[in-house]
């Protein structure tokens, strides 16, 4: 399920990274994804789909690397959230605020799931 989560969002930052360096969408598209970082310009929105790629493969084939790095990318999600989420709050706007915590929700759900035993225990088995 996570892998796929990674496929999505993989495609989705492909697709505005492509679509900003075109000129047909801003930089600020890929800001509920990417957070601050997306002023890096198009090629962090390449960049981070490549990973997430990767990782969704990782996370399919059970490479041991791959947990270890999808709990990383689930803490940096999370960590991009949450500023935006007091500013929202503090600033009464009801969707951001929803998307955010939404955010929230669905990296720390995520990385408690990598840290279940059976995740480990799958991620950690020799793989023939």
Do not use: D
């Amino acid at each position: 399920m996570l892998a796929f989560a990674c496929f999505a969002i993989a495609g989705i930052l492909a697709v505005q990274g492509s679509l900003t360096l075109a000129g047909v969408l801003s930089l600020a598209s890929g800001r509920y994804v990417l957070g601050e970082y997306s002023t890096m310009g198009p090629p962090i929105f390449l960049v981070v789909a490549v990973v997430l790629a990767v990782l969704g493969v990782g996370l399919m084939r059970g490479w041991r690397f791959a947990r270890r790095l999808a709990i990383i990318a689930a803490a940096l999600f999370l960590a991009t959230s949450a500023l935006p989420l007091s500013a929202a709050v503090g600033y009464m706007q009801v969707g951001a605020s929803v998307i955010h915590g939404a955010k929230i929700i669905l990296a720390i759900v995520g990385i408690r799931y990598l840290l279940q035993p059976e995740m480990v225990e799958f991620f950690s088995a020799k793989r023939g």
